[in-house]
């Protein structure tokens, strides 16, 4: 049985930071609470919290700020970590999918050799906001032959209704965000 962690003085470490990548965007940058020790020690044992004995495999971080805690979190689990990187970054031979961002458009890919079929798999980001990034993400999974184990990320901007795009799957944010 997992135990969920009260994160919610972590918000008092993120630094919002308006007209970013464009304007009438805020964003939310989680670098200030990365650079607090124990924000970010925190932020690790709440997901390791949440995620240990649900029997998983790898965990996904999605390029680039799911680099910085998946690792920590598939070390906390005994599971391997998987990077799905941005277009071109990665050596062998590659899935991709292409999805839409709340700014614009872009693509994910991952190793076509990165997750076995029936494996169980977590998938981290930092941020859920209109869901695109997950849903190509789990989309990847999926053409694998992967099994979601759950969608993590460090905040939710809950009036964007990402979470709406994933009712099958256990969505756990540690933040949330009304406006």
Do not use: W
């Amino acid at each position: 049985m997992s135990t969920v962690i009260n994160c919610d003085p972590l918000k008092q470490l993120i630094r919002t930071v308006p007209d970013f990548p464009k304007p009438g965007i805020l964003f939310y940058d989680i670098t200030t609470l990365l650079k607090d020790p124990g924000g970010f020690a925190q932020l690790i044992d709440a997901f390791a919290a949440y995620y240990i004995g649900k029997d998983v495999d790898l965990v996904l971080g999605i390029e680039a700020r799911g680099f910085i805690f998946g690792p920590a979190l598939a070390y906390r689990l005994n599971a391997g970590f998987v990077p799905v990187r941005k277009p071109k970054k990665l050596p062998a031979p590659v899935e991709k999918v292409s999805y839409d961002l709340e700014y614009g458009t872009d693509s994910l890919e991952i190793h076509k050799d990165a997750i076995a079929p029936g494996q169980r798999v977590v998938i981290v980001d930092d941020l859920l906001a209109t869901g695109g990034t997950m849903q190509a993400t789990v989309q990847l999974v999926e053409k694998l032959g992967g099994q979601i184990a759950g969608l993590g990320v460090a905040i939710e901007l809950d009036f964007l209704k990402g979470r709406n795009k994933f009712p099958q799957h256990d969505v756990f944010s540690l933040l949330h965000y009304d406006d």
